[in-house]
């Protein structure tokens, strides 16, 4: 699972930064006691790096150590007692019903072929409609999709399974980047290209076979540009947000938004109340009629 892979790809990372730091200080894994770590963590502060950063970071060399203890490498644990600098509960960014049916029409005709602009609104339109990670978006299997289901199985992190309803809009961008994808291969195979068809719904070039991440992140600030959408606002995440904040002001019940998510505490989905409690408060600020009267009397 690519998730897993990401994870363990940024706890490598984390771990090479502290074998740089303590090779500067004349130390190693060996050697690095609790003071070390400490220090290496205070360091990582004052570098400017996010709570959810240094936190993952302890997290990787926690994990490290424990395993070293366990082989019998190191006669002690120096990272157990270490308290992490929690995670912040900042409110996540999303973006109005407005915006979103802005972004939907602009990826239908961004792209430079038909087919670019039938795939960017078929992502478009299963992000919004499913609320799905990127990684499950851009691996999505085709056999997912074949037959036109009202409800598709997306494998979310930890491998787990969950099955998302699809919207009719969705399932129109579907069925014609489909058709478009069947024609294609059908095209190739009558010019004598042996190559088989991808297995992934948005194929890419790369060793993996599909659609990158990186790719999407790339492509969604160029529909955000289309779309008079400031870039910096949207994201495939934002898009997951809008999701769950209009479902949750529709009137949704939470345990479902939690499932559709994929969340396995409902602390997590829990925060999508505050978005919509302040998204109701600014709206009877703003426009409620005995607000428009008091600031005509100040």
């Known amino acids: 699972m ?16 502290l074998a740089d730091w303590l090779q500067r200080k004349a130390l190693d894994f060996m050697t690095a006691g609790r003071a070390d770590i400490e ?12 709570q959810a950063t240094r936190a993952r970071r302890l997290s990787a060399i926690k994990q490290l150590f424990r395993f070293a203890h366990d082989e019998g490498w190191r006669s002690d644990h120096p990272a157990l007692r270490i308290a992490g600098p929690g995670r912040s509960k900042a409110l996540p960014k999303t973006l109005s019903q407005d915006e979103v049916t802005r972004l939907l ?10 087919g670019d602009r039938l795939r ?11 609320g799905m990670r990127v990684t499950e ?10 037959g036109d289901p009202r409800m598709i199985l997306v494998r979310g992190k930890g491998d787990k ?11 129109s961008a579907v069925q014609a980047w489909l058709s478009h994808r069947d024609a294609a291969d059908a095209a190739a195979r009558a010019q004598g290209h042996g190559q088989a068809a991808s297995r992934y719904l948005f194929p890419g070039s790369g060793a993996d076979g599909h659609l990158t991440r990186q790719y999407f992140h790339s492509l969604i600030k160029d529909i955000a540009v289309a779309a008079g959408v400031s870039p910096g606002r949207v994201t495939p995440h934002t898009l997951r947000h809008a999701f769950a904040t209009h479902l949750l002001a529709g ?24 978005v919509v409690d302040d998204h109701l408060r600014d709206l009877v600020l703003t426009r409620h009629p005995l607000a428009k009267a008091s600031r005509q009397d100040d």
């Open 251 to 274: 009137g949704a019940d939470l345990r479902v938004i939690q499932t559709l998510l994929g969340h396995a505490d409902i602390a997590t989905t829990e925060i999508y109340t505050h």
């Open 39 to 50: 220090a290496y963590l205070i360091f990582c502060e004052a570098q400017g790096l996010s």
């Open 137 to 146: 978006l851009v691996t999505l299997p085709m056999a997912a999709v074949r």
């Open 161 to 171: 399974e969950r099955m998302v309803p699809l919207s009719p809009p969705a399932r």
């Open 2 to 17: 690519d998730a897993a892979r990401n994870t363990r790809l940024a706890y490598g990372r984390d771990l090479l930064d």
């Open 105 to 114: 029409t602009a990826a239908s005709t961004t792209g430079r072929t038909a």
């Open 120 to 130: 960017n609104l078929c992502l478009m339109e299963l992000l919004y409609a499913t």
